[in-house]
């Protein structure tokens, strides 16, 4: 195969990150600690917290992945085995397994199709049910998908009401906005509808986020990933257990059992160098997607991953389903074809209760992720894709309709 590889979404260093990573060579640090890697959670901490006030309450931890960090949220609540965790359908396994790891039995809510996340209908019929059985959910683990925030307000209204923990998993949602219209204090009015629109990080709504600096995502380390929460119990605890549950003494002594998820040193220097670049990177994706929109926007039975109108989007992949029964293709043929001229897609997530490995799990609704899965496709996203990668990959996917 002749024609250069277009990736699915490959890293796109920035011009600092190499020098960071030299800084802690020259200063031999290292370590699954160290200046990097305190610089770092100060910084993505103020960095998430910027569209609100900077008010230093927002704490992170830098953690081995964004699975280690859901693991860590989930010890947090104690759970116990036979409590069930709800997740959303449509996701990567790793919003799951940490749910595994703890012993509990996750159950599994569908999408709405103008957002592609949990329905927060679903959602309410999900938790009533769960009340009605005698097994209240000990936690919910909202997704934000492919760079899109769920509709935060609905969903976490519900969480409160029922004192159930939200746990945000914006391991693909770096960057995104959600216009929240919840008031930050109770409102004494009651009058929600009147609030002002504030602009939100996913993550930061719930008892705590999830972020993910795997090499795939809209900035890297390589691999690794924060935990954030307004808890500071919360974060400290995490680190703690993250660095084998050392307690202070001068030698090594452990009353409990801990882990090894520390982030070090020489990636967090990459992490800090990617962050500065993060508002670019979202540039180039939406560009990316708008691209594509332009593009393919006439060909029949196409339909692109929509904006919900509570947010926005930073892109992290480009998405759009083929309707089989309007297109003369599908999804699989476009693979196909894109694979057969070297570029990477890839279909949109297979839903997690259609997972053998979860064969037999409760799930609410299901049909809307079946659907996304079975005619869906992430296009080439990476934000250092030139003009020419893009119209390569147009080309492909007109041809396969027929169209030039
Ligand atoms: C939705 C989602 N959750 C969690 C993760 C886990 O992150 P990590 O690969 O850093 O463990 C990922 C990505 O890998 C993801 O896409």
Redesign the pocket.
């Known amino acids: 195969m002749s024609k250069q590889r277009i990736y699915l979404s490959p890293p796109h260093m920035g011009s600092d990150e190499l020098s960071r990573v030299q800084e802690a060579f020259a200063t031999n640090w290292i370590a699954p600690l160290g200046p990097h890697v305190d610089a770092f959670e100060h910084e993505f901490a103020a960095q998430i917290s910027e569209c609100e006030a900077k008010d230093g309450s927002i704490q992170a931890a830098a953690l081995s992945?964004?699975?280690?960090a859901?693991h860590l949220a989930l010890r947090w609540l104690a759970l116990k085995p036979g409590d069930e965790v709800i997740v959303s359908s449509l996701?990567?396994i790793?919003?799951v397994n940490p749910v595994l790891y703890e012993g509990a039995t996750p159950v599994f809510v569908d999408s709405e199709t103008r957002s592609w996340n949990m329905d927060p209908a679903l959602l309410a019929e999900a938790i009533s049910d769960g009340i009605a059985r005698g097994r209240k959910p000990r936690a919910v683990i909202l997704?934000h998908?492919y760079g899109q925030s769920a509709d935060l307000d609905p969903i976490s209204a519900l969480c409160e009401r029922h004192g159930i923990p939200l746990i945000e998993?914006a391991?693909?949602a770096l960057g995104a906005v959600y216009y929240s219209r919840r008031p930050v204090y109770d409102d004494p009015t009651g009058d929600a509808a009147n609030a002002q629109r504030r602009e939100v990080a996913p993550g930061t709504v719930g008892l705590c986020g999830?972020y993910?600096?795997?090499g795939n995502?809209i900035i890297t380390t390589s691999?690794?990933?924060m935990l954030v929460s307004r808890d500071m119990s919360l974060v400290a605890k995490a680190r703690f257990w993250a660095t084998q549950s050392r307690d202070p003494a001068s030698h090594y002594e452990h009353s409990e059992m801990g882990f090894n998820y520390r982030m070090s040193n020489v990636l967090a220097g990459i992490g800090r160098g990617q962050l500065r670049v993060l508002r670019e990177r979202i540039a180039a994706r939406r560009n990316n997607f708008a691209f594509y929109q332009h593009a393919l926007g006439d060909l029949p039975g196409i339909v692109f991953m929509p904006e919900a109108e509570y947010g926005r989007s930073t892109r992290w992949l480009s998405c759009l389903t083929i309707d089989p029964a309007n297109s003369g293709t599908d999804r699989e043929q476009v693979r196909l074809a894109l694979a057969g001229e070297n570029i990477e897609s890839r279909p949109v997530w297979k839903p997690m209760h259609q997972q053998p490995v979860f064969a037999g799990l409760r799930c609410y609704g299901g049909a809307v992720a079946q659907r996304l899965f079975r005619d869906g496709i992430c296009l080439p996203s990476g934000s250092s894709l030139t003009q020419s990668d893009l119209e390569r990959v147009t080309r492909v996917i007109r041809r396969c309709f027929g169209r030039r």
Request: hydrophobic share 40%; proline share 0%; net charge negative.
């Open positions: 992945s964004g699975t280690a859901l996701t990567f790793a919003s997704v998908l998993d391991a693909e999830v993910s600096f795997n995502k691999g690794g990933g």
